[in-house]
């Protein structure tokens, strides 16, 4: 009898072999599955789909695949874009959605326990009520959970003013593939030896299983204010953006938009503009957003056009149309490609990372870009490719393109991936970024998960 019958002994009423939910689980959004699907390639399906309501449960699920030798891979919103759920071989698919409880709201303190499979909308809400937020908005917000935004590092549309998940990220428990649970001290900062918490940052469900975490809170902000600009050049816009960063002036969204993505944003909303559209978002104490709009409002004068508030103001309001439906949508047509590819670097190379890759990118297929996140020392730059071609090309086209544009990555010296992750799409790269730290990360899986029973042949 196969091992997979012992399943619903052990979890009676969480667990389910029904086709629907197996090819739900077989995958995420990554564009290149969606391509495979519409070409009619049939995807390999997990065993089973186990939907834990406890530590235990995992706990549970673990000792049996370590004993069974069937791989677990977990589960969060499936809304990742690199196939990092993607099933590979004898597989059962760990979803962690009921894990959903808000376990600590401490307002002294700051900050929240929330289980991890806790959705976006979810968490933010609970926090809302109490006068609270994240300011943490993937722009998959709404199906993505928090296990999943650690496990991929996520970024969100705010993180130029408050960080990323791993400036958010405060403590977490996590389900070793041994089924011992490793529980990280709740603490502003500490100093005791490396952090665990970065060791499951960015894992990808390779570790451990990520069960429950503390994130920081911040109080919901009382003012909100917007600010638009165009520039003639990327170069110019860059500068401005450099010198307000470096006056340590952060506002919660700097977007950069590139002339053939500006010209799809102003379109949108019946501005006629040309060049490079800036929009920025200021919010926080009314004093605070004054001044930093004032300082903002001379740098970017001196070669930007003012262009109000309205297109940042409409950027806000529509931040999260351009969603799974409409992607899934466009995908769905036959002969379409279309992809988003984010990558980051320091300020003395983000130009000719730009132009290198775009040259790259647009020798093959339409390309747009804006830079969305902001650093002192540098940022990222996100592009979109999309277009057209013969439908038995589509698949070859499409890896044309990530080939092309992630050798021009690297030889500039960016990293491949800012904030979707690494996944399946990526693995081919991951070792030329990582170098000796790539030993490093393959032996750490070998002792922490020697039968390989986590997530199998993916990361790491
Ligand atoms: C329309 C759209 C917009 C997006 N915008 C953004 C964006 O703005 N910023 C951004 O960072 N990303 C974005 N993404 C990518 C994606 O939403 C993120 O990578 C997100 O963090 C994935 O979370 P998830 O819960 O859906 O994880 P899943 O897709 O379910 O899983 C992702 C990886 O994490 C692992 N995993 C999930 N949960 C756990 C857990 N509890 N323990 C251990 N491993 C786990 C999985 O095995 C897998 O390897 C976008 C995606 C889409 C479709």
Not at 28 to 51: C, E, F, H, S
Not at 302 to 320: D, I, N, S, Y
Not at 370 to 381: P, R
Not at 387 to 416: F, H, N, P, R
Request: charged share 20%; hydrophobic share 40%; aromatic share 8%.
């Amino acid at each position: 009898m196969s091992p997979l019958h012992d399943l619903k002994t052990l979890f009676p009423g969480k667990v389910s072999f029904e086709e629907k939910d197996l090819l739900f689980h077989a995958g995420d959004l990554w564009p290149r599955k969606l391509i495979i699907q519409r070409l009619g390639q049939k995807l390999i399906l997990p065993k089973a789909i186990v939907r834990p309501e406890s530590v235990e449960d995992i706990q549970a699920l673990l000792t049996w695949a370590h004993q069974k030798k069937v791989g677990v891979i977990p589960y969060g919103g499936g809304s990742g874009v690199c196939g990092g759920t993607q099933v590979l071989g004898e597989s059962v698919s760990l979803d962690l959605r009921k894990m959903n409880h808000i376990r600590e709201l401490n307002d002294d303190s700051s900050y929240v326990t929330a289980e991890a499979g806790i959705l976006g909308p979810d968490l933010e809400n609970a926090l809302n009520q109490k006068g609270f937020t994240l300011n943490h908005f993937p722009a998959s917000f709404h199906i993505s959970t928090l296990g999943g935004w650690i496990s991929t590092r996520a970024s969100g549309q705010l993180s130029t003013g408050f960080g990323s998940i791993e400036d958010l990220l405060l403590a977490l428990k996590v389900v070793l593939p041994n089924g011992h649970v490793l529980e990280t001290k709740l603490t502003p900062r500490s100093s005791t030896g490396p952090s665990l918490n970065h060791l499951f940052l960015g894992s990808e469900g390779t570790l451990g299983v990520i069960v429950e975490a503390s994130l920081k809170m911040y109080r919901l902000p009382p003012e909100r204010e917007f600010l638009s600009f165009s520039f003639q050049t990327i170069s110019e816009a860059l500068l401005a953006i450099r010198t307000l960063v470096q006056k340590n002036i952060f506002p919660a969204v700097i977007r950069l938009y590139d002339e053939v993505d500006t010209q799809m944003a102003l379109s949108e909303i019946g501005l006629k503009a040309s060049g490079n559209l800036l929009v920025l978002l200021f919010q926080g104490e009314q004093e605070i957003v004054e001044a930093q709009k004032n300082i903002a409002q001379k740098i970017f004068s001196h070669k930007g056009k003012a262009l109000g508030e309205k297109p940042a103001q409409h950027w806000w309001e529509h931040r999260f149309d351009l969603n799974e439906k409409k992607v899934t949508q466009i995908l769905s047509q036959e002969g379409m490609i279309l992809d988003t590819l984010e990558v980051a670097t320091t300020w003395n190379h983000l130009e000719t990372l730009y132009a290198e890759m775009k040259k790259m990118i647009e020798s093959e297929i339409i390309v747009l870009a804006h830079f969305s996140h902001f650093y002192l020392t540098g940022g990222s730059i996100y592009f979109t490719f999309v277009g057209s071609t013969e439908e038995q090309e589509a698949l070859t086209k499409y890896d044309t393109v990530w080939d092309k544009a992630m050798e021009a990555c690297l030889k500039v010296g960016g990293t491949i991936s800012h904030h979707h992750g690494i996944g399946l799409l990526r693995k081919k790269w991951i070792q030329r970024e990582l170098q000796e730290g790539w030993a490093i990360l393959s032996q750490l899986k070998k002792g922490i998960d020697p039968y390989n029973i986590l997530n199998p042949k993916k990361l790491l």
